[in-house]
């Protein structure tokens, strides 16, 4: 078969692919920003009046019906619901234990805090208020729970993304104010040995696969050899570009699930990539537009949830 007839078959199978069956379990345009349960079982979503009797964090199974209200407060909650954390006025932030209520506090000044796996330490960044973003020194802290803080690294225009293991932090910023590029680095925060994995103007939407092995990032307005959408090993070697670009998730410690930028209209698709394997696979298309970016995968890689463009509903679909 020729060059240009594999091309044709290619993309014809590209256009032909299957919609993916989804279904509505929050109706009437809510709720925007929802996430999944640890058990992969329901979303939780925030809402209030008037459609709720008072403002709380709901709960809604994968499969729809009815909604619950599952924390009375509002706060951030870690990945595995084992913390609420809520910023003061002021420098302290309060961690609470949900298992028993108990509690200490972090001088963060509002900044987020970063979970290890198992919700035993922390990392956040403080960086100063004034000034240029890109010469601001942001000091990167960690601790244990009920612990006190350390400082563990100084760097500029830049901060925690997440961690790879109990000890080793994913940085990103500059190492001193006058320099160009920002570093995408891990810290070993015992012995403090720093890997630099990427240098670049900006790293931008990082996201790190659940097992910490790879890191996913996109570079833009920089050199055409470096703009594009990445895929790294975070012990180290050669990026590896994939040369397509739009948004996107783990979908569990080897496969990556990407919607393409579409600005020509019709139903997004939805692409998944295996590291393992360096291939693409369709998985077809939404049968609609996600809005604002709004999805996500369950913890167990087996469903998608998105705010639909067209209704505004959240909708969940099983992936092949």
């Given amino acids: 078969m020729s060059r240009r ?134 000091r990167v802290f960690v601790a244990d729970v009920f612990g006190a803080p350390r400082q563990v690294a100084t760097l500029y225009g830049g901060g925690v993304s997440a961690w790879l293991n109990d000890t080793t932090l994913l940085l990103t910023g500059k190492p001193t104010p006058q320099a160009r590029d920002r570093e995408l680095f891990t810290l070993d925060i015992r012995s403090g040995a720093r890997r630099v994995l990427r240098q670049a103007l900006g790293v931008r939407a990082l996201t790190v696969s659940p097992d910490g092995r790879f890191v996913a990032y996109t570079i833009a307005f920089d050199s055409a050899a470096r703009n594009g959408l990445w895929v790294q090993a975070t012990a180290g070697g050669t990026p590896r570009e994939l040369n397509d670009y739009g948004s996107y998730r783990w979908r569990d410690s080897r496969r990556l699930l990407l919607i393409p930028l579409k600005t020509s209209g019709g139903p997004h698709t939805l692409r998944q990539y295996d590291v393992t394997a360096n291939a693409w696979t369709t998985l077809g298309d939404l049968g609609d537009q996600v809005r604002q970016s709004d999805w996500g995968i369950s913890p167990d890689g087996k469903r998608l949830n998105y705010l639909s463009a067209k209704d505004g509903n959240v909708r969940v679909l099983t992936l092949p």
Avoid: H, M
């Fill in 5 to 138: 007839l594999v091309l044709a078959a290619l993309l014809a199978g590209s256009a032909l692919a299957a919609t993916l069956p989804s279904r509505a379990v929050l109706s009437g345009e809510c709720c925007p920003g929802a996430v999944w349960t640890p058990d992969s079982r329901a979303l939780l979503f925030l809402d209030g009046p008037p459609a709720r009797g008072s403002t709380g964090i709901y709960q809604v199974s994968a499969s729809g019906g009815a909604v619950t209200r599952r924390f009375s407060s509002v706060a951030f909650f870690s990945p595995a619901l084992r913390w609420a954390v809520r910023p003061g006025t002021g420098d302290a932030t309060t961690l609470e234990r949900l298992a028993d209520g108990r509690k200490f506090t972090l001088p963060t000044r509002g900044s987020d805090v970063t979970w290890n796996r198992a919700e035993t330490r922390a990392a956040y960044t403080r960086s100063d208020t004034s000034g240029n973003y890109d010469r601001r020194a942001s």
